[in-house]
């Protein structure tokens, strides 16, 4: 199982950014899909999470109404939209895949794959 992260970058307070994550070896539609993320010295904490058909999303209070993740089970993808980012969404950004459907969504823990990260830097 590979679980391949990109679309990270530098870009300015109130910018925008959207992250892919592409999967492979495994059926992707089986699996609810997160995204965490990491800043330098802190733990890797939720961001948001999407079930294997699309129709349930949760976010952490901190990027709601910001950032919406969604998914093309086609493509077996799943992305993350990052709109009116500032400096605290700066940190490493991760893909993960788990086949925990009934509880765990926000718990990194349930989750069994994990993608390489992608860097995201906001500057103020």
């Known amino acids: 199982v590979q679980l391949q992260a990109s679309g990270g970058g530098s870009v300015q307070a109130g910018g925008s950014l959207k992250l892919s994550c592409v999967a492979s070896g495994l059926t992707f539609s089986n699996y609810r899909m997160g995204w965490f993320r990491q800043a330098p010295g802190k733990e890797r904490e939720f961001v948001a999470h999407i079930s294997q058909n699309g129709g349930t999303t949760g976010y952490s209070q901190s990027v709601k109404g910001r950032f919406t993740i969604s998914r093309a089970n086609t493509k077996n993808s799943v992305y993350l939209q990052m709109n009116n980012v500032g400096p605290e969404d700066t940190a490493v950004y991760y893909c993960?895949?788990?086949?925990?459907?009934?509880?765990?969504?926000?718990?990194?823990?349930?989750?069994?794959?994990w993608g390489q990260g992608t860097q995201v830097t906001v500057s103020s």
């Open positions: 993960a895949a788990s086949q925990i459907i009934l509880s765990g969504a926000r718990d990194p823990s349930y989750y069994g794959y």
